[in-house]
């Protein structure tokens, strides 16, 4: 019998299959699970996981680590929360393929849609590659995690056709190009392709991505296929229902063309957008009848946003004064929102999103003056002051040099009803975390506790053994992730040990370990015991270990 490094003793197993949970041990032998039941004999390390669960590791679909693993190989605080497999290169952006000096363009974009800032990407990532496959061989040594690596469309459009790649269709040469490009990535360990519908960069241009037809869209999906795997991971165009849906449509078309899956991120319910979500759903269900694969990505979590007028904020692209103003070094920009020349525009332009503001609260605040209203909601405040929310949120910015916190909660993502709903569908997987961007209004990690936190354990929405097949054995089969997502012997042993009754996210924490002086807000988990990563005990109790065992997948 083959020698076992590591054995977990009288855990209750939850397989990621979907199947009743059992108890039992689990043995490791190398990066595989060698036994799973009773386990004779004794390994080299025992654990006991008496009272504990053990399940495969999470899975997220949906992040944006790319340039995160270049100075943080364990792309915290993922593992944290029991996820030992991430994809990234999600939206259509990667920073590869890149050619040598031109880097320029792929950060102006990235900063500007993912809120990862220029003195960030100058102080950490090195750019030191050309193609994708010289990228991932770049991040390949010492991951702590698995990643799950996308080719950008806009990027690969941009490498190959430059400007242009922001005017017109691709000629049957660019495609061409662009597919061997595809094919090489692929070779070398890509998941698949990711494009965009909707996002815009630096100049409010659509992205690269937007302006492909639908030959070049096939003969990607075409040739990303012929390695046997692929999914096309994209951004619906959500700000107007009509189009969403006119994007399922071809998604089906592109799913039935290329015999591959399509992943739409996200869906949302949120007061704001209606029946938005349910209409979505039908229209994959519609696709899925004429015998397309189209999921959507939804999250567990409720979409809160943190807003810092000193950082970056989605919220404001739609205020044009604000908006101009926030891409303003801070000196220049703590004058600019301070000029009262510019008061009467600014109050104005924020009432667009008061529907937001009267969710806000006071969080983290700076200045002695300040420090009443901490906690407090902005709309009783504005209420007592007899002003409008954005003259409130103005003026309380401004004594703090523009880095009071304002926290919006309970909007967007948070009827429980309507989130379980599109959660339960069969058309939908668990992701759309975004971890890894947007790091300066909120951290998207988190989301693997806050399914079986909220959903399985306070509001019952789920079997816990659902709730883990959604987050593994059902993400590894549909991304193509192989050998990965279940329990069994001879997969490999990528495991999270953690206690169901008190398994957790922790509140978010705003940190300035970013390199270029930057500040991101990162969260902690609970009832976390272990995370092993191709058999290496990566994280225990909180706390890393020296093991750096992950692979590109
Ligand atoms: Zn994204």
Redesign the pocket.
């Known amino acids: 019998m083959t020698e076992l490094d590591l054995c977990i003793r009288n855990a209750r197993i939850v397989d990621g299959t979907g199947r009743p949970a059992f108890g039992g041990d689990l043995g490791i032998a190398g990066d595989r699970i060698a036994a799973v039941g009773r386990v004779a004999g004794r390994a080299k390390r025992e654990i006991d996981a008496r009272g504990l669960v053990l399940a495969p590791g999470f899975i997220d679909i949906?992040t944006?680590y790319d340039p995160q693993i270049c100075w943080d190989r364990l792309a915290t605080p993922s593992i944290e929360h029991g996820v030992t497999t991430v994809v990234m290169g999600?939206?259509s952006l990667t920073l590869a393929p890149v050619r040598p000096g031109e880097s320029k363009k792929l950060v102006a974009m990235f900063s500007r849609i993912e809120d990862i800032k220029e003195p960030t990407f100058a102080a950490g990532v090195p750019f030191s590659w050309e193609s994708f496959p010289e990228y991932l061989d770049h991040i390949r040594a010492g991951l702590g995690l698995n990643i799950g690596a996308l080719v950008g469309h806009s990027a690969l459009r941009w490498y190959v056709m430059g400007a242009d790649s922001q005017e017109r269709v691709a000629t049957d040469a660019e495609i061409a190009q662009m597919c061997t490009l595809l094919e090489q990535a692929m070779a070398a360990g890509a998941l698949g392709l990711s494009t965009s519908y909707v996002d815009i960069d630096e100049n409010m241009k659509p992205v690269p991505s937007r302006f492909a037809d639908m030959r070049e869209k096939i003969a990607l999906c075409q040739a990303m296929a012929k390695s046997g795997r692929g999914v096309l991971q994209t951004?619906p165009y959500f700000i107007d229902v009509e189009e969403q849906l006119k994007n399922i449509a071809e998604l089906g078309e592109l799913s039935r063309a290329a015999g591959i899956l399509c992943s739409l991120?996200p869906i949302v319910s949120s007061p704001l957008g209606g029946d938005a979500w349910r209409r979505s759903l039908a229209a994959l269900e519609a696709e899925r009848a004429k015998g397309g694969r189209v999921y959507a990505q939804s999250m567990p979590r409720t979409f809160d946003l943190n807003i810092r007028l000193s950082e970056t904020s989605f919220l404001l692209f739609g205020l044009p004064t604000w908006n101009r103003f926030m891409s303003l070094a801070l000196p220049e920009r703590v004058s600019a929102f301070g000029d009262p020349e510019n008061r009467a525009q600014l109050v104005q332009e924020g009432m667009m999103i008061a529907p937001l503001l009267m969710a806000a609260s006071v969080g983290e605040v700076f200045s002695p003056e300040n420090q009443d209203f901490a906690g407090r909601s902005l709309l009783q405040i504005a209420g007592e002051l007899g002003r409008k929310l954005p003259e409130v949120m103005l003026d309380l910015a401004l004594a703090d040099g523009l880095r009071t916190e304002f926290c919006i909660r309970g909007v967007i993502h948070a009827d429980v009803e309507s989130v379980s709903e599109i959660l339960s569908h069969p058309l939908v997987h668990i992701g759309a975390s975004?971890a890894g961007?947007h790091i300066a209004q909120f951290c998207g990690a988190g989301d693997t506790c806050y399914l079986i936190e909220r959903f399985v354990r306070e509001h019952k929405k789920l079997s816990l053994e659902r709730a883990v097949e959604r987050l593994t054995g059902e993400l590894a089969r549909d991304w193509g992730i192989a050998d990965r997502g279940v329990i069994a012997e001879g997969k490999f042993a990528d495991l999270v040990l953690f206690d169901p009754e008190t398994i957790a996210r922790g509140p978010e924490v705003f940190v300035g370990d970013v390199p270029g002086n930057g500040n991101r807000y990162l969260r902690s988990a609970r009832g976390i015991e272990a995370v092993i990563v191709n058999g290496a005990l990566t994280l225990e109790r909180g706390r890393y270990t020296s093991e750096r065992a992950g692979r590109i997948v």
Do not use: I, K, Q
Request: net charge negative; hydrophobic share 40%; with cysteine.
């Open positions: 949906h944006h999600n939206c951004v991120a975004d961007a």
